[in-house]
């Protein structure tokens, strides 16, 4: 090992553990590992039994790196499974990396493995090597899994190698590393014992075969590691002078396996070892539950081998040969003896955060009552992905259980209602209230009552952007109803209300909807507070507060703001938090306040420290994302909002801001044709451009993008379309909001006599515009100059020779009239270029200008004269 090597961390489920068995070195196989590491991506594929695993640890012992070991199983094709598991691994070698990654659901979009990446690309340290290993690679079969694994294993990362232990080829597509000649591979036949690798294991272990004994075993082993330890095995327990009886290794596995390793064991262990074949969560504190006897775990561990136990994971790992064997004696246990394993495997996953595998192992068992309980205690805030998958679980359940578990059809109208399928939801769960209401109302059933009735609420809550329908206030009251009847404790995750792209969700422009909408949220909380643990908390007043800063009143917006905020971290509602915080930092940035902009993004941060505020960091992000591309810090966005742009799995009732992040990424780096993309791409579908609120922000911002490129046609329809939509409700900031680039935008419109917009309108967007363009300037130039000047080189501030002049006659404090005298110009031309200096640099007035052009170093430096 070099002096210099960093010390070896190994931080996952590593599989082998050399303290209760033999170690061979194989210094043929190390010096192959030993160049192949040096690639990119090493696979290591052979047959069952060939000593992969054991050869690469083997090397990796001594190997100067930090090593993460990922043992895969067939409940890794369940990518939230895989997820568990490889956080779990990086958990042990770096925790900072770990608790970021949990903040992430499975990455398999484009923009989500983006961010996932930029986590590695800030943790991994550049003075050392790192390899992960990926083991039984051929068991994966998800396709989302495996492109996730496809795209980090060929992503280029200088210091990081991937090894790849696998029975067949691995389903990648490595065709570009390939030609670049960073793919090495160790084959079966590199892995195969020689002759003397096999005399000096058997001398190890004091076995003295004779050369004729040597020869049948290697003939009928064929260089087969299992097979070599088989026969080992049977020369150690043979009699004195008993020769080696040749047999066909592969063809009777099975029974070398029940002659060697299982008959010596007695019943008890065998059949305790059949049981654990049912399960993959071998933890020393399930196995000594499912044990009973602590003597079957002291005689499991003398198995050497062929059950391992990983310290690192604590966990044990039985060998895939003995694996299949087990499975195939299954057979011999009774239906009771499955459910009871199932049954406390999934109750120890549930103890330990691994609810997927608790909902597994819970419908193996028969145990709905349970497994509904899981279910209850998930986030609502589910991917698709995994609603479909418990709704799945949910239709797949006896019928009898919704009469014998009656909180069932709560969770799964729950479901069909977060997948949107509003109508099945409430057909179910009136159904369902029709039925429990004759009965008796004991806690079951008012517990159930209230939750169908809060459901029912939910689901006008959700619908009403499209019905107009507010009437859905009463079935919240009469949730709180059955509520009083029999109390009872909720709290987060479940009771986190998710917040829209937009709280005012209103579908038309008509005015007076926005208030009639806030009236009903406003109505509801009052029951949905008591009855769900104050979910709903603050929301009425954020509601308020976007509208009043839509409609450009700062102070109130304000106001209602900072009463959201009080009231959602009172009733622990951790996105309307966010939200609040999101309008009261645009609220500033309208005022340019450089110091409450900087108390806000801290108490954004401190928001993604709450545990049970599952989705944090994404909304962080989000939040976050908008203010560095609306200043444009570009390089703060989070990567995965600067992708091309993609439709992810989130759902659209739940999410969309991002979509409009993603859209002003673009604009603030001059991606214009990028910008529109994002943007038309949308209007066309169920998303947030369906709010009225989005489609006036979608329209203004597509029409800045379209001046940009020189469609004035586009851009004035685009403006007016916004203008329509907002004038009903008096709705402003949307426009005032893009500063200089509106400011150019209304001034050009002021000049077109035939737009449907008024103009003394334009004149108060053109004003009102450059001021909030100033104050922009000053909250970023007091972050840093350099980024102001970034920020309007990039608006391609240039000057003309004469624009030049009469600014250089400005800051000398010459009047127009004398600018005119001395440039033999009129005063009216004198004036047109003084405009055409303010709109170029976002001034509202000579010292505006003339300070911004002092920041920009134009002036005394010959600026950018054309």
Request: charged share 25%; with cysteine.
């Given at each position: 090992m070099r002096k210099d090597a960093p010390k070896q961390i190994f931080y996952s489920n590593t599989p082998i553990n050399l303290d209760n068995q033999i170690h061979l070195n194989r210094p043929r196989i190390d010096r192959l590992l030993e160049q192949a590491v040096q690639n990119q991506v090493v696979i290591v594929s052979a047959g069952a039994g060939y000593g992969k695993t054991y050869a690469v640890y083997s090397f990796m012992r001594n190997y100067p790196a930090l090593i993460c070991w990922i043992q895969l199983s067939e409940r890794d094709n369940i990518s939230e499974h895989f997820w568990e598991n490889f956080i779990s691994g990086v958990s042990l070698g770096n925790k900072s990396a770990a608790e970021?990654?949990?903040?992430?659901?499975?990455?398999?979009?484009?923009?989500?493995?983006?961010?996932?990446?930029?986590?590695?690309?800030?943790?991994?340290?550049?003075?050392?090597?790192?390899?992960?290993?990926?083991?039984?690679?051929?068991?994966?079969?998800?396709?989302?899994?495996?492109?996730?694994?496809?795209?980090?294993?060929?992503?280029?990362?200088?210091?990081?190698?991937?090894?790849?232990?696998?029975?067949?080829?691995?389903?990648?597509?490595?065709t570009k590393l390939q030609v670049q000649g960073l793919v090495s591979r160790i084959t079966e036949?590199?892995?195969?014992?020689?002759?003397?690798?096999?005399?000096?294991?058997?001398?190890?272990?004091?076995?003295?075969?004779?050369?004729?004994?040597?020869?049948?075993?290697?003939?009928?082993?064929?260089?087969?590691?299992?097979?070599?330890?088989?026969?080992?095995?049977?020369?150690?327990n043979a009699a004195p002078g008993m020769p080696y009886i040749p047999q066909a290794m592969r063809a009777n596995i099975f029974k070398l396996i029940a002659t060697e390793i299982m008959a010596p064991l007695p019943v008890s262990l065998q059949r305790f070892l059949i049981k654990l074949s049912l399960i993959e969560h071998l933890a020393p504190e399930l196995l000594e539950k499912l044990a009973g006897e602590p003597s079957l775990l002291e005689e499991m561990k003398h198995l050497g081998s062929f059950i391992r136990f990983d310290m690192y994971r604590n966990e044990y790992h039985i060998h895939h040969l003995l694996l299949d064997y087990l499975k195939d004696r299954q057979n011999e246990l009774t239906e009771y003896d499955k459910k009871d394993l199932w049954h406390k495997a999934a109750g120890w996953?549930?103890?330990?955060?691994?609810?997927?595998?608790?909902?597994?192992?819970?419908?193996?068992?028969?145990?709905?009552?349970?497994?509904?309980?899981?279910?209850?205690?998930?986030?609502?805030?589910?991917?698709?992905?995994?609603?479909?998958?418990?709704?799945?679980?949910?239709?797949?359940?006896?019928?009898?259980?919704?009469?014998?578990?009656?909180?069932?059809?709560?969770?799964?109208?729950?479901?069909?209602?977060?997948?949107?399928?509003?109508?099945?939801?409430?057909?179910?769960l009136l159904k369902v209230i029709s039925r429990l209401e004759t009965r008796p109302l004991t806690p079951t059933v008012t517990r159930t009552l209230t939750g169908c009735y809060n459901n029912l609420g939910f689901i006008g809550l959700n619908t009403c952007p499209y019905t107009r329908d507010y009437d859905y206030v009463h079935y919240f009251e009469k949730a709180l109803y059955y509520y009083n009847l029999n109390k009872f404790e909720t709290g987060p995750p479940i009771t986190v209300i998710a917040i829209s792209?937009?709280?005012?969700?209103?579908?038309?422009?008509?005015?007076?909807?926005?208030?009639?909408?806030?009236?009903?949220?406003?109505?509801?909380?009052?029951?949905t507070s008591v009855t769900f643990g104050g979910c709903g908390l603050g929301m009425d007043d954020l509601c308020r507060g976007e509208l009043a800063f839509f409609k450009g009143d700062m102070a109130g917006a304000e106001q209602f703001c900072l009463r959201a905020l009080k009231g959602a971290r009172q009733g622990k509602q951790y996105d309307t938090e966010n939200r609040a915080l999101f309008y009261l930092l645009r609220i500033n940035l309208a005022r340019g306040?450089?110091?409450?902009?900087?108390?806000?993004?801290?108490?954004?941060?401190?928001?993604?420290?709450?545990?049970?505020?599952?989705?944090?960091?994404?909304?962080?992000?989000?939040?976050?994302?908008?203010?560095?591309?609306?200043?444009?810090?570009?390089?703060?966005?989070?990567?995965?909002?600067?992708?091309?742009?993609?439709?992810?799995?989130?759902?659209?009732?739940?999410?969309?801001?991002?979509?409009?992040?993603?859209?002003?990424?673009?604009?603030?780096?001059?991606?214009?044709?990028?910008?529109?993309?994002?943007?038309?791409?949308?209007?066309?579908?169920?998303?947030?451009?369906?709010?009225?609120?989005?489609?006036?922000?979608?329209?203004?911002?597509?029409?800045?993008?379209?001046?940009?490129?020189?469609?004035?046609?586009?851009?004035?329809?685009?403006?007016?379309?916004?203008?329509?939509?907002?004038?009903?409700?008096?709705?402003?900031?949307p426009f005032t909001e893009l500063g200089k680039d509106m400011r150019t935008l209304a001034d050009a419109a002021l000049k077109d006599p035939g737009l449907d917009i008024p103009r003394d309108w334009l004149e108060k967007v053109r004003l009102n515009a450059a001021a909030y363009a100033r104050k922009l300037f000053a909250v970023i130039g007091q972050g840093s100059p350099a980024a102001a000047r970034e920020s309007l080189n990039r608006q391609g501030v240039k000057l003309s020779r004469r624009e030049m002049?009469?600014?250089?006659?400005?800051?000398?404090?010459?009047?127009?009239?004398?600018?005119?005298?001395?440039?033999?110009?009129?005063?009216?031309?004198?004036?047109?270029?003084?405009?055409?200096?303010?709109?170029?640099?976002?001034?509202?007035?000579?010292?505006?200008?003339?300070?911004?052009?002092?920041?920009?170093?134009?002036?005394?430096?010959?600026?950018?004269?054309?």
């Open positions: 970021r990654l949990k903040t992430m659901d499975f990455p398999e979009t484009d923009r989500q493995f983006e961010r996932y990446w930029s986590i590695p690309k800030e943790e991994t340290r550049t003075d050392a090597k790192y390899i992960f290993i990926y083991d039984d690679f051929h068991l994966l079969q998800n396709k989302g899994v495996l492109r996730f694994l496809e795209q980090s294993i060929t992503s280029p990362f200088p210091n990081i190698t991937s090894i790849l232990i696998s029975r067949t080829e691995p389903a990648l597509d490595l036949d590199d892995l195969r014992f020689t002759r003397e690798e096999m005399v000096t294991y058997f001398h190890m272990q004091n076995i003295e075969p004779s050369p004729q004994t040597v020869a049948a075993i290697y003939d009928d082993a064929e260089g087969w590691a299992f097979a070599i330890h088989l026969a080992g095995l049977s020369l150690k996953c549930a103890a330990n955060n691994q609810k997927m595998d608790a909902i597994s192992y819970y419908e193996k068992a028969g145990d709905y009552e349970r497994l509904i309980g899981v279910i209850t205690s998930m986030t609502p805030l589910l991917p698709n992905r995994i609603a479909r998958m418990l709704l799945d679980i949910m239709e797949r359940a006896p019928e009898e259980i919704y009469d014998q578990i009656a909180h069932a059809q709560v969770q799964r109208t729950g479901l069909y209602l977060l997948l949107e399928m509003f109508d099945k939801s409430r057909e179910e792209s937009y709280l005012c969700r209103v579908n038309t422009e008509e005015r007076g909807e926005m208030e009639r909408y806030i009236a009903a949220v406003s109505a509801f909380i009052p029951f306040a450089s110091a409450a902009i900087e108390d806000i993004l801290k108490q954004l941060k401190a928001q993604i420290d709450e545990p049970y505020y599952l989705t944090s960091s994404v909304n962080y992000d989000i939040v976050t994302g908008w203010y560095y591309a609306h200043t444009g810090q570009k390089d703060k966005v989070a990567p995965w909002l600067k992708d091309d742009f993609e439709e992810g799995d989130f759902n659209s009732i739940i999410y969309g801001l991002e979509i409009m992040v993603k859209a002003k990424c673009h604009f603030s780096e001059s991606q214009y044709p990028a910008a529109l993309a994002v943007l038309e791409s949308w209007e066309v579908r169920d998303s947030p451009w369906t709010f009225v609120l989005g489609k006036i922000e979608g329209r203004v911002l597509k029409a800045v993008c379209c001046y940009q490129l020189r469609d004035k046609q586009g851009a004035f329809s685009a403006l007016e379309q916004a203008y329509h939509l907002a004038q009903p409700n008096a709705l402003y900031l002049e009469v600014l250089t006659n400005l800051a000398q404090g010459m009047t127009q009239e004398e600018i005119a005298g001395i440039s033999s110009l009129s005063i009216n031309t004198v004036k047109s270029v003084i405009r055409s200096i303010y709109n170029k640099l976002g001034a509202i007035n000579k010292a505006d200008a003339v300070r911004i052009a002092a920041s920009l170093e134009i002036l005394g430096t010959g600026g950018k004269n054309t």
